[in-house]
């Protein structure tokens, strides 16, 4: 079955500066690539995704690459704010399938003013 | 996207005893899925919940300790029986919008103890 890892599981940057989160998948077959947001004692939000047939996907300050032939995703943002701060999970999973997310472990993100 | 409302918020429950959930969509929907939180874990998918039929169980995951009822595309319950303090957690109901983004109900955090 497919398995996700994602690195950092900790990230700090000065506000301004730029992140990036990565994750790789094992199963060549996903097709689907989604990014949530959770800040504490909240749900996951959905901020990005992308499909295979896409290389970047970008809105506003956040975008995402996809390296389908490394196995790997990673979400980009820019000009980092202290509300970007929170858990930021990665998944993968197969378009027509039983819709089944198979999510990373997660990157907790801090943003120092 | 759909207005996805859960019962209860939380809950504190004695060892032995069951907590039956309520997943509530504001819109039709033809999937929709339970997950697992642990705590300060990633999103760890349940079941798939579908309307009319028996739901769909993940590896490492039972009927009798996780009973699903979907009985219309706009509601579904996830029960969790015979608690034991491993199934503190918060719980996620989620559905499917448009063509395959997901999202996620506020979630149920139960407490076992």
């Known amino acids: 079955g497919e398995n996700v890892e994602q690195h950092p599981s900790t990230l700090s940057v000065q506000e301004g500066d730029s992140a990036v989160i990565k994750c790789t998948y094992s199963?060549?077959?996903?097709?689907?690539f989604p990014w949530y947001k959770q800040e504490l004692g909240k749900r996951p939000q959905l901020i990005i995704d992308?499909?295979?047939?896409?290389g970047e996907k970008k809105d506003q300050r956040i975008a995402v690459t996809l390296n389908k032939t490394a196995k790997h995703f990673s979400l980009h943002i820019t000009e980092t704010q202290p509300e970007d701060s929170a858990v930021y999970f990665c998944a993968a999973s197969l378009i027509g399938s039983q819709g089944n997310l198979i999510f990373g472990k997660g990157t907790k993100l801090s943003v120092k003013p | 996207s759909a207005v996805i409302s859960q019962k209860p918020s939380r809950d504190i429950c004695q060892r032995g005893t069951s907590l039956t959930i309520q997943c509530q969509v504001d819109?039709?929907?033809?999937?929709m899925f339970w997950y697992r939180q642990q705590p300060g874990q990633s999103l760890t998918l349940i079941a798939t919940a579908n309307q009319g039929s028996e739901a769909t169980y993940e590896s490492g995951f039972v009927i009798d300790k996780f009973p699903i009822s979907r009985p219309n595309l706009t509601f579904s319950t996830l029960t969790v029986s015979n608690l034991s303090p491993e199934d503190s957690s918060i719980y996620l109901c989620?559905?499917?919008?448009?063509?395959?983004?997901?999202?996620f109900g506020p979630g149920t955090r139960l407490t076992v103890t």
């Open positions: 992308i499909r295979s047939n896409v």
């Open positions: 819109s039709q929907v033809t999937m």
């Open positions: 199963d060549s077959a996903s097709n689907y």
């Open positions: 989620s559905v499917v919008q448009g063509t395959y983004e997901q999202y």
